[in-house]
């Protein structure tokens, strides 16, 4: 089980930390990466970390300006997003999966077996 916090409101510029906490040791041993959506579009990948937090992957969309971050002994994965842009507002979700980490299989969100709920973020210009 994936429960993501820490979504909300935010001006434009500004910055928001999402967390994901995970169940039964997931964190320890899946690739655990973040997507977004929007109403009308397709889910859209936006970074993604391997099990041991030593590689990590992102889209040109946001990268630069967000980070993807695990900490393995509190099965919690984050999303440091700075210099947001009303772009960006969209329900973001947590997902993890088991497999090769290779740069075409992550940013696949077939890739991965298990999905949050996901928070809403707003950001206001």
């Known amino acids: 089980q994936l429960v993501e916090s820490g979504g909300g409101l935010v001006q434009a510029g500004g910055s928001l930390r999402l967390s994901c906490a995970a169940s039964g040791g997931m964190v320890n041993t899946y690739t655990m990466a973040w997507f977004r959506q929007v109403p009308g579009k397709e889910r859209e990948f936006l970074g993604v970390i391997d099990w041991s937090g030593g590689r990590t992957y992102y889209s040109d969309s946001v990268k630069g300006r967000f980070t993807v971050s695990r900490d393995n002994a509190e099965n919690t994965v984050y999303l440091q997003m700075n210099s947001l842009r009303p772009e960006d507002t969209a329900v973001y979700s947590c997902?993890?999966?088991?497999?090769?980490?290779?740069?075409?299989?992550?940013?696949?969100?077939?890739?991965?077996?298990?999905w949050g709920q996901g928070p809403q973020v707003t950001v206001s210009s």
């Open positions: 997902a993890a999966g088991r497999f090769v980490f290779e740069t075409e299989l992550v940013v696949r969100a077939t890739e991965y077996a298990y």
